[in-house]
Nanobody, 123 residues
Framework: QVQLVESGGGLVQAGASLRLSCAGS????????VGWFRQAPGKGREFVAV????????QVADSVKGRFSISRDNAKNMVYLQMDSLKPEDTAVYYC????????????????WGQGTQVTVSS
């Protein structure tokens, strides 16, 4: 059974960079697409980025395009979210999620989620 653990969050100043990590376990993790979502206080969960396992294609939300990128290291069972030029509005709990099919990820309807990692960006 696939499990996900996020790490790498923290408190940074605006303009800084952070790299979040999502460690996956389980024999089938390499055949799962993996996405990142975030949830700010008082707001719903928002799609950030996804990496498709079958062709390696990636997609990022318009709100973070040009600043965030997603990558994967299959040898280490890791998926990363590189966040540059961070803004106070990026403050949120960031979650990774995975599914054999990318469509539930894009709609936020997956059942497999990590516990989240807090990112706080001060102005």
């Amino acid at each position: 059974q696939v499990q996900l653990v996020e790490s790498g969050g923290g408190l940074v100043q605006a303009g800084a960079s952070l790299r979040l990590s999502c460690a996956g376990s389980g024999r089938t993790f390499s055949r799962h697409s993996v996405g990142w979502f975030r949830q700010a206080p008082g707001k719903g969960r928002e799609f950030v980025a996804v990496h498709r396992w079958n062709d390696g294609n990636t997609q990022v939300a318009d709100s973070v395009k040009g600043r965030f990128s997603i990558s994967r290291d299959n040898a280490k069972n890791m998926v990363y979210l590189q966040m540059d030029s961070l803004k106070p509005e990026d403050t949120a709990v960031y979650y990774c999620t995975a599914d054999l099919d990318v469509r539930p990820i894009l709609s936020g309807r997956t059942r497999l989620w990590g516990q989240g990692t807090q990112v706080t960006v001060s102005s």
